[in-house]
Structures are given as structure tokens and as C-alpha cells.
């Protein structure tokens, strides 16, 4: 019992979602595209998947550009400057690097020069841990406002001959800010799982994984490219997530009766149906945009809770679910009660938009400069050195 009541907030702060946003590239890869390059229709998809199309990142599209992005739009339904940023915390599984994070790109070039920053990884639970890692720092107090990012180029990480995973996966970013409040509501509980008995059903192997450093080794191909078992991951699926559903709502002090919209980790419609389903609930009462990207990872339960804000399925005073599940095995679910009317709320106040553009022009002003500087003193070393071989 007080194990219970410790995860419950605490104080009378509170952690609202203030702004969101979402970005995905513009090119859409259909699934007649997939069948002229594998062996599938999209009769097979559509029926197995529910996915009709994705979007796929060009080499300019990264992952830290795409959740940068989804970043400026979120912060641009708000009053908050760069400069307000205590925290950044991107989660995805196609980061830019090992390290430096992929959050310490974002927060260098929106200029979030008082905001600590790190990636979070657990695969596509990975948003709804990141939010409630933010949520839980700002309830104790220790910060005021959090950016908390999703994005993914799972098309980087596929094997385009593996039809079982390549028809699935899908680019994009999605980002939240969180501020502290002291109205009652925003994120009211959380759960977070993991089972590490199914680490071996899907991820991406890396040059420190146990396959690769056996005796056998791993083939080249396989090297940093994703593997699944679909058959068993949706089996796992299928089976947390009502009771995570369930127990974030337990915790929250609510009943499943009061939840108006469940937004799921977007990665089968079977997989979403069969939840409803376990639940009682009518289908729509579970968003679903997965027709349209696909499975976005990380980026898929921001991109979906964007869209459904947009189309207007949630309005101040509702109570929400985010639920996300995969590699690790992990799964996590948070209830929120929406605290911020759309869109309303969304009045810019334009001498605090004039500001945040200027930030953002002095960090463009301050990155190529610095760009300019470092290829300068490239130059010199390099007319140096030459001059000392000459000699
Ligand atoms: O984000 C992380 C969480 N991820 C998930 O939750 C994914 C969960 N898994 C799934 O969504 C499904 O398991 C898949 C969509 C990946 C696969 O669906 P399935 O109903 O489990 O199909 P299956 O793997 O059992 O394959 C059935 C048949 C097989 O042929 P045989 O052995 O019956 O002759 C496959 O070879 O379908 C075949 N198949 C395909 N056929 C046409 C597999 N992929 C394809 C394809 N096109 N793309």
C-alpha cells in the first residue's frame, strides 16, 4: 500500500503538457512501393498490420532534425524560451550516436543553454518512461519545465530483405513540453515494466553484443540492422497491455470507465484491437493512426497523441492513457487528465515569439560561426604543417 500511494504525485505540483508537436518526412513509401522491391502485396499488409503507408527520412532528415523540429513546434504552442529548458530527454533506438546524445544535439541547436540533456532507451516504451522520468522531476520540485522528445529512423536500422520486419517501421518525431503547475492534473500515475527474459526478441545488435562477440560472430549484415520475432513480441504485447492499462489507472484513482481515449505504442491494429477488446472498450476509444506511418518506435505514441489533439478527441478535464511496449522486453502506461484546453491555449503571445526567434538566430549566428572557425584553424593547421614538411 505505501508502495502505491509513493507513486502517486506527491506535492501540489503538478506536470502538465503545455505544447506538442510532430514532424515526419515527406516521403511515403505505400505498400505497393514494398511489393516491387519484396515479396508481399498490400492486400497482406493491410490485413495483417493495418499500415497502408510510412514515411522514410532523405539523409538530411535525421533523427535529432526530425525531433529537433517536432521540438520548435511543440515550444511554439507555449510561452517558454530555449532558455526556460531545464531538461531534454529524447527517447528512440536510431540514435546519431552511441554518445554524445542525440538530446545534447537538440539542446544545442534550439540553445536550451540551462537545460541538462540525455537520451533514454526503452525501444518503443521509450516516451512514456521519458515523460514520467520528466513528470517525477518536476513534481519533486528539483525543475520547472521539461522538453521530452520521441524520435526514430527505424529506416536506417531495417533489413530491406526481411519481410517480416521491413513492412512494419515507419520515421518521425514527436515532443512534448511539460511544466510544472499547480492545477490539479497532468500526468497523475505511471507504471514501468521490463522483462529482460525477452531481450533476444527483438533489437539491434551492436558491435557489444553477446552474438557479436561469440566465437561464431555475427554477419556483416546483421550488424546494427533490426531483428524481431513478431509472433512472440505480439504475444507479449497482447497480453500487458490491458493490466498496465488497468494499473496506471488503479494508481491514478480512476476507472477504466473514466478513460476517454487510450493512446497506444502504434505497431499492429491486431495488437490494438485485441487491447480494446481485453478491455471492453469500443475500438475508437483507442487512436489509432498506424495506417499513415506505420510503427514509429519511440515517435509513435506522441506522433498519435498530436493527431489526436488535432482532430479533437481530447479536451480539458479528460483522462487519457499512454501505453507503450517493446524490445527489452519493456512496457509502461501513464494516465493523464488534460489539463490544457485546445486549442484555446494556444494563443501565442508574440513579443514571447519574437524572443524565441531570436534565440534561435543567435544559435544558428553562433553554430556557423563556429563551423567557420573550426574549418579556419583546419586550414591554418594544415598550411602548417605542410609549410614545416616543405621546409
Ligand atoms: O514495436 C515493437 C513491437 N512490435 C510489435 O508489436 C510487432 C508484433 N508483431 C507483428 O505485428 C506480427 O507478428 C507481424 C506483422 C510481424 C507478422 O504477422 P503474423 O500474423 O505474426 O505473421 P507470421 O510471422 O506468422 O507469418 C505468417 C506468414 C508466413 O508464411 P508461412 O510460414 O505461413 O508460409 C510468413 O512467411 O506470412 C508470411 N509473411 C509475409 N507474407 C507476405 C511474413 N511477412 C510477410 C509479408 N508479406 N510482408
Not at 561464431?216 to 490491458?242: C, D, N, Q, W
Request: aromatic letters at 8%.
Amino acid at each position: 500500500m505505501a508502495r502505491n500511494r509513493k507513486r502517486q504525485s506527491q506535492s501540489n505540483i503538478y506536470a502538465h503538457i503545455i505544447g506538442w508537436g510532430m514532424r515526419v518526412p515527406r516521403t511515403v513509401l505505400t505498400n505497393e512501393d514494398l511489393a516491387a522491391i519484396i515479396e508481399t502485396t498490400d492486400e497482406w499488409i493491410e490485413s495483417r498490420t493495418g499500415i497502408k503507408e510510412r514515411r522514410i527520412a532523405n539523409d538530411r532528415e535525421t533523427t535529432a532534425q526530425l525531433g529537433l523540429r517536432a521540438a520548435k513546434d511543440a515550444l511554439a504552442m507555449t510561452d517558454v524560451l530555449p532558455s526556460d529548458i531545464d531538461l531534454i530527454i529524447v527517447a528512440t533506438s536510431t540514435p546519431e550516436n552511441i554518445f554524445p546524445s542525440t538530446a545534447s544535439m537538440i539542446q544545442h541547436w534550439l540553445g536550451a543553454y540551462n537545460a541538462g540533456a540525455f537520451d533514454l532507451s526503452a525501444a518503443c516504451s521509450g516516451f512514456v518512461y521519458a515523460l514520467d522520468m520528466a513528470a517525477q522531476a518536476i513534481r519533486s520540485g528539483s525543475i520547472e519545465t521539461a522538453l521530452v522528445i520521441g524520435a526514430e529512423t527505424m529506416s536506417r536500422v531495417l533489413n530491406w530483405q526481411d519481410r517480416g520486419t521491413c513492412i512494419l517501421f515507419g520515421d518521425g518525431a514527436g515532443a512534448v513540453v511539460l511544466q510544472a503547475r499547480d492545477n490539479p492534473g497532468g500526468l497523475l500515475s505511471s507504471v514501468l515494466r521490463s522483462d529482460g527474459s525477452g531481450h533476444d526478441l527483438l533489437g539491434i545488435p551492436t558491435f557489444n553484443s553477446p552474438e557479436v562477440r561469440s566465437p561464431s560472430g555475427i554477419s556483416e549484415p546483421r550488424l546494427h540492422k533490426m531483428y524481431m520475432s513478431g509472433g512472440a513480441v505480439m504475444k507479449f504485447a497482447t497480453r500487458v497491455i490491458g493490466a498496465s492499462i488497468k494499473e496506471a489507472c488503479r494508481l491514478a484513482g480512476i476507472t477504466l470507465d473514466d478513460v476517454k481515449l487510450v493512446i497506444p505504442h502504434q505497431a499492429n491494429e491486431r495488437i490494438i484491437q485485441a487491447a480494446a477488446r481485453s478491455l471492453g472498450f469500443e475500438n475508437d476509444r483507442f487512436m489509432s493512426n498506424l495506417k499513415y506511418y506505420g510503427n514509429t518506435s519511440a515517435a509513435s505514441i506522441p506522433i498519435a497523441l498530436c493527431e489526436a489533439l488535432e482532430q479533437g478527441k481530447v479536451s480539458a478535464g479528460d483522462y487519457i492513457v499512454l501505453v507503450g511496449f517493446g524490445g527489452g522486453l519493456t512496457w509502461a502506461s501513464t494516465v493523464i487528465k488534460w489539463g490544457v484546453p485546445y486549442p484555446a491555449d494556444r494563443s501565442i503571445n508574440t513579443l514571447q515569439e519574437r524572443r524565441r526567434q531570436a534565440e534561435y538566430f543567435l544559435v544558428k549566428l553562433r553554430v556557423r560561426m563556429s563551423r567557420w572557425l573550426r574549418r579556419l584553424s583546419d586550414l591554418i593547421r594544415f598550411r602548417r604543417n605542410r609549410d614545416d614538411f616543405d621546409w
